[in-house]
């Protein structure tokens, strides 16, 4: 296990693949600021407004991301989880968020960042990947499940977007977005909203 970074918790030490409570209260305020009661789904889902009283409280991935999934379909909001990356700021994650935000290069800041993740969210591969002239970075949630977790790969993928344009200026953009296997009426939709949502660098 690597170093510390927040109190004595780590997603990754926990007995079942969990994340942090902070991240839940995101999704959760940002569907309540739009008039939409959360706690009935919460409930559904097994999950606690009480776990939202302490930002360090583990929550069941799993449950996580059931609630997020249906949370798009209830507040027929298919594009919640890429909007939510957008507009995240560095310290809604904590001091990972803040860590990502004061390394000297992006590549460091990438590299730290993945390496303090496990104290964010368990059972989940982040890291850099080269491969010739190209540089990626994966992310994926192992336990296969999880399933389905477009909402949270969405977001995720966002959220590092704008914490990289903190970083690089607005006018930066990622050249390729890679996803796993999605249903189809998704893959339709996605030539069409990720452009919109990522401005990706057409090749």
Not at 25 to 49: C, I, K, W
Not at 179 to 191: D, E, G, K, N
Request: charged residues 20%; proline residues 6%; contains cysteine.
């Amino acid at each position: 296990m690597g170093p510390r970074l927040t109190k004595s918790y780590e997603a990754s030490s926990q007995p079942i693949a969990s994340i942090r409570s902070s991240v839940l209260g995101v999704v959760v305020s940002a569907l309540e600021a739009t008039g939409f009661s959360t706690d009935n789904l919460l409930a559904q889902h097994g999950l606690s407004r009480l776990t939202l009283d302490d930002p360090y409280n583990p929550v069941s991935l799993k449950n996580y991301v059931a609630f997020f999934e249906d949370a798009a379909k209830v507040s027929n909001q298919p594009l919640l989880g890429i909007r939510l990356g957008n507009a995240i700021k560095a310290e809604d994650l904590g001091p990972v968020g803040v860590l990502y935000t004061m390394m000297q290069t992006l590549r460091f800041a990438i590299i730290r960042f993945s390496h303090f993740f496990p104290a964010l969210q368990g059972n989940t591969k982040l890291g850099l990947s080269v491969t010739g002239d190209a540089t990626w970075l994966e992310y994926q949630i192992e336990d296969p499940a999880i399933w389905p977790r477009r909402q949270d790969t969405e977001f995720t993928l966002a959220l590092i977007c704008a914490l990289t344009r903190s970083r690089l200026g607005r006018g930066w953009a990622p050249e390729e977005i890679t996803l796993s296997i999605l249903p189809r009426a998704v893959i339709a939709t996605w030539p069409t909203f990720s452009e919109q949502s990522f401005d990706l660098i057409s090749r």
